[in-house]
């Protein structure tokens, strides 16, 4: 009896602890632009061949953001194309202008769910890969 008792409170400890993780993970999701954003400097660097490539990824604890993101996918694209190209490359060749510039892309990508959804509740833009040549 003693044996079999503690059988069940071990079984519903370990099943509370995997749904306390299942919780925890679902808490925020992310979504990844699969195409990299490849912008091409020539115009800047006096004709010489300069290239910036990054990879996006959104994160957010609202499902509709990450369901939106690919349905807006487009308008975040051109969007992001339109602000990294814009960008000066002595500014984004530092960590504090590579900040800047993912605080720019949110900003950008939030403005798109504001307008496009009402819904503000996007919580981060990270940049998954980030290669300048």
């Known amino acids: 009896?003693?044996?079999s008792l503690m059988l069940l409170l071990m079984f519903c400890?370990?099943?509370?602890?995997?749904?306390?993780?299942?919780?925890?993970g679902a808490v925020s999701k992310y979504y990844e632009i699969e195409e990299a954003?490849?912008?091409?400097f020539?115009?800047?660097?006096e004709q010489?061949?300069?290239?910036l490539q990054i990879k996006v990824a959104l994160k957010s604890d609202d499902p509709q953001i990450i369901q939106s993101a690919q349905t807006h996918l487009p308008m975040i694209q051109d969007s992001l194309r339109i602000l990294f190209a814009d960008q000066d490359m002595?500014?984004?060749n530092s960590i504090e202008g590579r900040s800047a510039l993912q605080q720019e892309a949110y900003e950008v990508i939030n403005g798109i769910f504001e307008s496009e959804i009402?819904?503000?509740?996007?919580?981060?833009v990270f940049f998954t890969s980030f290669l300048w040549q």
Request: charged share 15%.
């Open 1 to 3: 009896m003693k044996r």
């Open 13 to 24: 400890l370990s099943n509370m602890s995997v749904q306390a993780a299942e919780n925890a």
């Open 37 to 40: 954003f490849t912008i091409n």
């Open 42 to 45: 020539l115009r800047q660097s």
């Open 48 to 51: 010489q061949a300069r290239y």
């Open 90 to 92: 002595a500014k984004i």
């Open 118 to 124: 009402n819904n503000s509740n996007l919580q981060a």
